[in-house]
């Protein structure tokens, strides 16, 4: 599942960088890397709960909530000024 996820985004990302090219533009260049910002972070969210899922006997409950505090804070640093 998460390989597919992967796919998908490289494929959402290949797509997006045709469509820049294709258009030629600098402000639909801009629209679609914003919406590119937006699909990025859903990907690593959802790949990230389906390992820890999938993890969740073999990793202590502390290196969890490390690492959704990581993702947290990659979160809100996108969207900071």
């Known amino acids: 599942m998460i390989i597919a996820l992967r796919i998908f985004s490289g494929s959402v990302d290949i797509a997006a960088a ?10 639909k260049a801009f ?5 590119l910002a ?7 969210i959802i790949t990230t709960a389906i390992a820890l899922f999938g993890l969740a006997e073999k990793i202590s409950l502390t290196r969890m909530i490390c690492l959704f505090a990581g993702i947290t804070l990659i979160l809100i640093s996108l969207k900071s000024d």
């Open 18 to 27: 045709l469509l820049m090219y294709k258009f030629n533009d600098l402000e």
């Open 31 to 35: 629209y679609i890397n914003t919406l």
């Open 38 to 44: 937006l699909v990025g972070p859903c990907i690593l």
